[in-house]
Each structure stands twice: as structure tokens, then as C-alpha cells.
């Protein structure tokens, strides 16, 4: 009853984040990095039917043949699907039917959930309701790039949960000892194979700042010069600006001489307590530069972070995403969760405004390409 319980919370929440949408917004997808809503919404309804209902309940009966190349995101062991570029141009199935698809996954789940599971499957269904928090917290994001790209700048409508305006804390500088820490995940509850195994690192003395940076902080990087000096770039970053000629933080837009941001209420002044936002590892890296200072390593932000308060941002770190020593990908589909992406990407530590409540963990090692910043991600620096 308490798995059949949690499902129903977590699917509800799904539902509740599109509440404020009209159907309009749940098909567009402005690049290749967002998701159209109503995309995410199916996908995470095809993972219960998928990998649970077709291998595992008897007599379950898909709800359409098509949905699992519509659906379908990565998984190549379970077959051809829709390439990511043109989710956007899925007018079908409509909202309507993917709703109707959501329906009747969770009522023969619900069912289903009645019968006593072996730990094997509670640990599969656990799996899919982390999966679809993590597609909460996309869609989040995906609707504000959607609704912030929009040329009237909607508000969204309901503030997410944990969208309160912070005030900024009073920064100082946590000093840790050099020394052997063990690092990743110890605990018996729910965590991804990426936190695991659990190893030994050797650190050097280091701090760390108790607080991120502020929007105020980043906008005298800004009036510095700071976007136009290549001193304070990795080369590739310097590219990335140059290129797609960058000169703030994605939402930031200066008009009439006064700097203003997209928020969830739509345009407003630039709050500068506000620890900035929306910025990719190569501007955090560069704002690092700048300040005589460096982004820490996931390691050092894992040992550190039981002395500081985190979560309103997704904190870049200097660690590039690779596997843990001892680390091995599960047979089968499941297997393609996290380890084929363990290339070319950097590891964010924390969690964001926009997390669902009970996701986030020290060890959590959240992971995305450097010129990406459409996630809620900032900066905490360290020296």
C-alpha cells in the first residue's frame, strides 16, 4: 500500500506542473535540448508500461503499438524511436490522448500495485518514480525556456514549491583538512548506480564559500568586461561566446538601460540577493577566473556540503562525469540509465528550486554538457 501510495503522489505531481499550460504550450519545442510537456508526460507513463506492465503483468494489454517509438527516448536494446530533434513536430498524438494514455497506464498499474512484488520489482518501480521526479524537475525547466522564449513572455502561473525569492546569506569561507574522505552513497534507501561505489579520495586542504553567488555578484562580472576578455575562458568557452555571441545569463535582458530577467511571474527587475541562475559551466568557470578562484570538485562539494546550506541551484563543479572505481551498468535496458553518458559532460552537485521534495541527496550526481544552462545551475566557488 505504501508503494501504491507514492505512485499516486508522484504521477499527481506530473499532472499538477501542467496545470497552468494551455494546450498550445505542451507541444512546442524551441531546441533540441527541450522537450515538448506533453512528450515528457508520455515518456514517463511508457517507462511504467514498459519495463513494469508488458514483462510483469499478466494479460496487460498495451494501450498503443506506436507509443513506444513516440516514446522511446535512449533505450537502444528496446527499439527504433522518434531522434530527439523531432519531438516538437508530434501534433499526434495530442494532449488528449496522451492524458487517456496516462489514465489507463495507472489504473493497471494501481492494480497491479495490489499484488505483493518481489524486492526485484519494488526496486524497478522505485527506479521509475525517480525517473519520472527527474522528468519533473525537466519539465519544469523545459516550460520556462518554452514560456520564456515566447515573444510575450508569459507567466507561468502557479510559483513552484521551492521558487521562493531567497535573500542572500552572509558569505564566509569553510576551511576543510587535507585528508582521505570516502565518498559516494552509504545509505540502504533508494540511489542511482552513479553514486555507487563507495571510494576513497585523497583531498588537499581547500575552502570553500558558504554561500553561492549572487545575481549581484555576476552582473559586476558583467560590468567588467568579463564576457569580452578571453583571459578568464577556457578556449572552447571563448568559442561558445564568441559564436552565440553570450553577454549575460539565459533570461537576462537589458532594457532601457535596466537589467531584467524572466521569473515564473514573467519579466522583472533583476533581483540582486538572488543567487544567479541559468549560467553554463563555461561562465561559471570564467566568473571563477575573475574572482581569483576556482569552481570546487565534486568530491570537495560533497565533503564540505554538510557544513553549508544547498539547494536552490545546481552548483557546477571542476569534476568531469565519469564512473566511480568498482563501478559496473546493470544487464539490459536499465543498464543504459546513466553509464553510456559518462563522456564529454561535467558533474552539477545540489538540486534546484524546481526539485521535487525527497529527490535530492549529497552523493546525487546530476551531469550536463558545458554549454548547456537551461537547467537552474550556479556557482559556489572555492579556493
Known amino acids: 500500500m505504501q508503494l501504491l501510495n507514492e505512485y499516486k503522489k508522484v504521477r499527481d505531481l506530473s499532472v499538477t506542473i501542467c496545470q497552468p499550460l494551455k494546450t498550445e504550450d505542451y507541444v512546442v519545442q524551441p531546441v533540441v535540448d527541450v522537450s515538448p510537456p ?20 499478466a494479460g496487460y494489454q498495451v494501450f498503443d503499438a506506436d507509443y513506444n517509438f513516440v516514446f522511446n527516448s535512449y533505450y537502444e536494446s528496446v527499439g527504433k524511436r522518434v531522434i530527439r530533434t523531432d519531438r516538437g513536430n508530434l501534433s499526434r498524438p495530442s494532449v488528449e490522448d496522451i492524458y487517456s494514455y496516462r489514465n489507463y497506464v495507472d489504473a493497471a498499474m494501481e492494480q497491479w500495485l495490489l499484488e505483493e512484488l518481489s524486492e526485484e520489482l519494488q526496486q524497478l518501480l522505485i527506479l521509475g518514480l525517480n525517473h519520472e521526479e527527474q522528468h519533473q524537475e525537466l519539465l519544469y525547466t523545459d516550460i520556462k525556456y518554452i514560456l520564456g522564449h515566447n515573444p510575450l513572455m508569459p507567466a507561468y502561473g502557479n510559483r513552484p514549491q521551492g521558487a521562493a525569492s531567497v535573500a542572500a546569506e552572509p558569505k564566509t569561507g569553510i576551511s576543510v583538512k587535507e585528508g582521505v574522505y570516502e565518498i559516494g552513497y552509504a545509505g540502504n534507501g533508494f540511489c542511482f548506480d552513479n553514486e555507487h561505489a563507495r571510494h576513497k579520495v585523497y583531498l588537499q586542504n581547500f575552502t570553500i564559500q558558504s554561500a553561492p553567488e549572487t545575481n549581484a555578484g555576476y552582473l559586476a562580472f558583467i560590468e567588467s568586461g568579463g564576457y569580452n576578455d578571453f583571459r578568464y575562458w577556457h578556449a572552447e568557452g571563448w568559442d561558445w561566446v564568441r559564436n552565440h555571441q553570450v553577454q549575460a545569463p539565459l533570461y537576462w535582458h537589458q532594457l532601457n538601460g535596466q537589467w531584467m530577467y524572466y521569473t515564473w511571474e514573467g519579466l522583472q527587475p533583476l533581483a540582486m540577493n538572488e543567487p544567479v541562475a541559468h549560467v553554463s559551466y563555461y561562465e561559471a ?6 574572482k581569483g578562484m576556482r569552481l570546487p570538485t565534486e568530491f570537495e562539494w560533497e565533503i564540505a556540503a554538510q557544513q553549508f546550506n544547498w539547494g536552490q541551484r545546481w552548483e557546477w563543479t571542476e569534476s568531469a562525469y565519469l564512473p566511480y572505481p568498482g563501478f559496473v551498468k546493470a544487464p539490459g535496458a536499465i543498464g543504459e540509465y546513466n553509464g553510456k553518458f559518462m563522456v564529454s559532460q561535467m558533474v552539477l552537485r545540489g538540486a534546484s528550486e524546481v526539485t521535487p521534495p525527497g529527490h535530492s541527496r549529497i552523493t546525487y550526481r546530476n551531469f550536463f554538457h558545458p554549454h548547456l544552462r ?6 559556489r566557488l572555492a579556493r
Not at 514517463?44 to 506492465?53: R, S
Not at 537551461?374 to 556557482?379: H, L, M, R, S, V
Request: hydrophobic share 55%.
Open 38 to 57: 506533453k512528450w515528457h508526460l508520455g515518456h514517463t507513463t511508457w517507462f511504467f508500461e514498459t519495463f513494469l506492465l508488458v514483462p510483469h503483468c
Open 374 to 379: 537551461w537547467q537552474f545551475t550556479g556557482i
Open 285 to 290: 568557470a570564467a566568473y571563477a577566473a575573475w
